[in-house]
């Protein structure tokens, strides 16, 4: 079996170069650009997790930044996700803007305690005296084979309690504006990244610092006929299966979980009058039954048929020979397209 310390390894083997050009990059590229303008815009930020600095951790998001700006600001950690968070908080109280990288998400439960009960709840404990103005980044969801508790998407988790700002971005465009966007405020936010985009593809990326506004969604498609709403992985699967049938079909990247864009989701499903909802985490008890409750809470006399939600099975993520049955592609989101046109 795998260590983490072999998987490290194994990502950085075949990780390729960090950055091409200033600006077609990947997802990884405009991440450790970011990061970068981060750390140079205010003294006060720092980095830690477990293989940041001299690695430039797992998926080298934080290549050469150690090196540029030195081991107290980009710091190397014991293997405790619950220290790590810990530590931030107690960085954030003290007038500090760490940004903590969890290897996994699935290592992150570690931290649960921390992030739920602390960092979460400290803003309404002391009636907004105090604030934690922290990002922790981690990689989310599968498609790539990894290993048990390398592939989870917990966005649901932390969007549920309160506290905390969860998102996801689809894109590298998108990944570095709502990265910067996020160093500059003064709440929690989990920032989730897709290990499956960190290099499936480059787009045109600004060298310089700009923002994403956090809890607004993109439409990245307009349609007539059916509104589907999406973020993560599941962006250029939905992208490309509506393109492929040539659906009259409107896409809304949602790109912040919590808080919710909600205006933008029902203004366009009672225009359309159908709704799809695709996400990659497990369909019980997720963010788009959330999504499907609140349109049919605002917009249920709009609907010309059900909601319809495609999503991955209830159950634990299986074996790296297992997944292209669990998550959902391009063929399921097609086949669903077909079903609730007909109804």
Do not use: C
Request: glycine share 8%.
């Amino acid at each position: 079996m795998f260590s983490r310390r072999s998987w490290t390894t194994r990502f950085r083997q075949t990780s390729g170069r960090v950055r091409d050009d200033n600006m077609m990059q990947n997802m990884v590229g405009a991440l450790n650009s970011a990061l970068d303008i981060i750390l140079r815009e205010n003294k006060d930020t720092v980095i830690l997790g477990e293989d940041v600095g001299k690695d430039g951790g797992v998926f080298r998001v934080t290549d050469g930044l150690q090196a540029k700006y030195g081991v107290d600001r980009v710091i190397d950690t014991p293997l405790s996700e619950a220290g790590i968070i810990g530590t931030s908080i107690g960085m954030a109280l003290g007038g500090m803007r760490p940004i903590p990288e969890i290897q996994f998400a699935g290592f992150m439960y570690l931290a649960f305690d921390q992030l739920i009960n602390h960092a979460a709840r400290y803003r309404s404990r002391t009636r907004s005296t105090k604030s934690i103005p922290m990002i922790v980044r981690t990689p989310v969801s599968g498609g790539v084979r990894t290993l048990e508790h390398h592939s989870d998407s917990p966005e649901t988790y932390y969007s549920h309690v309160g506290g905390l700002i969860v998102v996801e971005p689809s894109n590298p465009y998108d990944a570095k504006g709502l990265l910067i966007r996020a160093s500059h405020m003064n709440d929690p936010v989990v920032f989730l990244e897709p290990t499956k985009l960190y290099r499936l593809f480059k787009q045109e990326v600004p060298d310089g610092s700009y923002e994403v506004p956090i809890g607004k969604a993109n439409v990245i498609k307009q349609g007539d006929d059916l509104t589907i709403i999406t973020w993560g992985t599941m962006v250029p699967v939905v992208r490309n299966a509506v393109e492929k049938k040539g659906a009259n079909a409107e896409i809304i990247d949602i790109r912040t979980i919590n808080p919710l864009d909600e205006s933008t989701i029902i203004d366009s499903v009672k225009k359309t009058g159908r709704a799809m909802i695709v996400h990659e985490a497990q369909l019980s008890f997720g963010a788009g039954a959330e999504i499907a409750a609140r349109i049919a809470e605002k917009a249920i006399f709009e609907l010309d048929a059900p909601v319809l939600r495609v999503a991955s099975a209830s159950l634990p993520y299986p074996y790296p020979g297992y997944e292209q049955y669990y998550i959902p592609n391009e063929l399921k989101v097609s086949q669903a397209i077909d079903k609730i046109m007909s109804e």
